[in-house]
């Protein structure tokens, strides 16, 4: 029998999220018509592929087979359209990907280096912007992609799914302050020393704008631009610090507590820009990137 390639996709994204539901939305189909195109591809085959229960579905050993050779053969292809697109069309217009300062470090990184290896015909320009910016460049479709918090992007009418987590947590030199504590409130922080980014810095407004105007004083022992440099000041002693938990690499010499706020439990979303027709199949690749990204660091892709 013939696979449809658009189908073996559909089928990778329902076995990778577990649901038909989340792997219609990878695809931009809706529930009705992924479920037609799964049943079909039951029927060609002759066999059951899917375990349907109560809380999502999982692959059968046919289905199971079928994914693993499906991801081959998809790899193989974007590796066939890679080879062979200098000689068939011209340079694709670069691809635009806006986020905020914590999915710079470690998530977008991460997405891109695999993402611009499987695809040598495609460049990705990436702005650093804060939600709301980014927000309104995607309703306008100046940006394909966009990395979002949730706090601030709720309602704006995009389409969006759950990327993966960007709580805030406080860290110290390991043995210090915070030894032994597994949760703080910002007013124990705000007790210590600090050290914190710029006051420009998207995490740092955000901070502030929660705090709101009876915020506790605090004694900020330098301000940086960079989250690299502020996790290793904060590991060498100089004063606690407040991140985003992607920015703390794992075994990391640090002690690593919960800000125990309700605005520091925050997720990433990943965000679509506003297009005349479909994603480009670039999007969708660069799309699928990130998700991996956020799962192999520790996100919770659909959580």
Not at 33 to 58: K, N, Q
Not at 132 to 151: E, I, N, S
Request: hydrophobic share 45%.
């Amino acid at each position: 029998m013939r696979y449809d390639l658009d189908d073996l996709r559909l089928f990778l994204g329902i076995v990778t999220e577990g649901s038909i539901t989340a792997g219609a939305r990878r695809m931009h189909l809706s529930l009705p018509s992924a479920s037609a195109r799964v049943r079909a591809l039951e029927h060609h085959a002759g066999v059951a592929l899917l375990i349907r229960g109560r809380r999502g579905v999982r692959p059968t050993p046919a289905g199971a087979t079928l994914a693993r050779h499906a991801r081959e053969v998809l790899a193989q292809t974007a590796r066939l359209d890679s080879a062979v697109a200098s000689y068939t069309r011209s340079p694709a217009a670069p691809l635009t990907l806006l986020c905020g300062g914590s999915a710079r470090y470690r998530l977008v990184p991460q997405a891109l280096a695999t993402f611009l290896l499987a695809h040598p015909d495609v460049d990705v320009t990436v702005s650093e912007n804060r939600t709301p910016r980014t927000v309104r460049m995607l309703a306008d479709g100046k940006a394909d992609l966009g990395v979002v918090v949730d706090d601030e992007a709720r309602d704006c009418g995009l389409d969006m799914e759950p990327l993966g987590d960007d709580s805030l947590v406080v860290i110290g030199q390991a043995g210090g302050v915070l030894a032994g504590r597994t949760a703080v409130t910002y007013s124990e922080v705000a007790e210590h020393p600090l050290v914190g980014l710029d006051a420009g810095s998207s995490l740092r407004r955000w901070i502030e704008r929660h705090l709101g105007p009876h915020a506790p004083v605090v004694r900020h022992r330098t301000t940086v631009a960079d989250l690299n440099i502020l996790v290793a000041l904060a590991a060498a002693g100089v004063g606690l610090a407040v991140v985003p938990r992607r920015a703390v690499a794992p075994g990391s010499a640090l002690d690593v507590c919960a800000l125990r706020e309700p605005w520091a439990r925050r997720h990433h979303l990943l965000a679509w820009g506003v297009k005349d027709g479909p994603a480009s199949a670039a999007a969708v690749a660069l799309a699928e990137h990130l998700r991996e990204a956020a799962l192999a660091d520790g996100g919770s892709v659909g959580g």
